[in-house]
């Protein structure tokens, strides 16, 4: 797409800054053909099927995540709202009106949506120093709204623990914040520079975290020593403008990243990055489904700023 199209087509509404600065640096790091990177295609991963569009929303998508019904919901970043989508191919339903819901999104075991606020140019910029953003309680079927926390940075990631504890991001600072299933918040547990996406090992033993900018790369933070992340994988030199974005793990436990800038989609495989999909530009986040039904299990979906839903075969769990 030209710079021009793009512009026009995503930097609309009060959060149009952060956008435009999101939008230029992508869109500055892609030729006018084929992709600017080519990270090494993953072994397990040899091509195949194309990815195919199965939603579109009407806004820019900067999570998603499915819950064990095959439903899949996103949040918007232009109108704040959460979407549900029932199964691919369905039109989406807001959930809500504009409650700020722009940044990520998970579902709880009980069912219930946590999301994220405050990821505009300015709560980013300033939620290390102030930090004033709600999480938020989203029923599934009522769209029913409550605070489920609030006292943190603006949050962009969102991750859920095994044992219920939930942590956050704030792409324009540093700190990771915490969120005890008993409510205590701490908005800087951890420091990661430029932190986007997050996610949770399978055992709820180490936190990981995707620095977007500068130097990419993927950070393991230990959940009991939080004051030691540790630099796990680099992007190399020439995805230095590849700007990772969302991050999911798959069924063994391997995290998933989607870029903007380079429209690839990568994973960590033996202490490397390398890819399963490219030609997917301005993606902001991927998510496996679940169930038997709709957005099923072992189904790889990829959102992005364009409003697009693809589901990705080349990152589907294989059986057994």
Known sequence: ??????L?????GPRAGWAAAAVL??????PAAGPAYAAERCAAGAPGAAPVQVAQLPDWVESIAVDGRGRMFATAYF??????????????VALTGDVGANGGIVVRDDGQLLVGTGNDLAHSLTG???????LLRVDPDSGAVSTYASGLGGIDGVALAP???????????RNIGRVTPDGRVDPA???VPQPNGIAVSPDGGEVYVVQTTVAPGLYRIPAGDPAHPRLWVSAGVFDALALPDGLTLDGRGRPLIATHAAGEIWRVEDGRLCSVESGLHLS???AYGHGDRGFSAGRLYRAGVDGKVYEVPGGAETAG
């Open 1 to 6: 797409m030209r710079l021009d199209r793009m």
């Open 189 to 191: 547990w951890a420091r």
């Open 128 to 134: 290390d120093l102030f930090p004033t953003s709600r």
């Open 163 to 173: 044992d219920g504890t939930v942590y956050t991001t704030t792409l324009g600072g």
């Open 284 to 286: 902001t986040q991927i």
């Open 25 to 30: 640096a992508a869109a500055t790091a892609v």
């Open 79 to 92: 109108s704040g709202r959460v979407y549900r989508i029932d199964a691919p191919g369905s039109a989406p």
């Open 8 to 12: 026009r087509t995503v930097l609309r």
